[in-house]
């Protein structure tokens, strides 16, 4: 098992930062996949960033290229997601999962976080 568990979400304006971060505990964590997902009021959960187990490779959804970032420490067993120039539309309560996959498929992760909400007012 995995226990993870997301913090740094909050209210923010339109064009500010945010960083959330993730902290897991349980199995060895750089032996896993990491990413990030969203889910916005009466949408589905979809996927934000992925980062593989060392950190080398990262994919960013089209939505947030070029303002989010997705890194890992794993001597500290953390993932975390800088999200810059933040929009309205970015409202969400935001999610880290772990998975043996590198991957932007939902399905593939079999870990979760109990999610942080962000607010990003106009």
């Known amino acids: 098992q995995v226990q993870l568990v997301e913090s740094g979400g909050g209210l923010v304006q339109a064009g500010g930062s945010l960083r959330l971060s993730c902290a897991a505990s349980g199995r060895t964590f750089s032996n896993y996949a990491m990413g990030w997902f969203r889910q916005a009021p009466g949408k589905g959960r979809e996927f934000v960033a992925a980062i593989n187990r060392s950190g080398s490779s990262t994919y960013n959804a089209d939505s947030v290229k070029g303002r989010f970032t997705i890194s890992r420490d794993n001597a500290k067993n953390t993932v975390y997601l800088q999200m810059n120039s933040l929009k309205p539309e970015d409202t969400a309560v935001y999610y880290c999962?772990?998975?043996?996959?590198?991957?932007?498929?939902?399905?593939?992760?079999?870990?979760w976080g109990q999610g942080t909400q962000v607010t990003v007012s106009s």
């Open positions: 999962a772990a998975g043996g996959v590198f991957a932007q498929r939902r399905s593939l992760y079999d870990y």
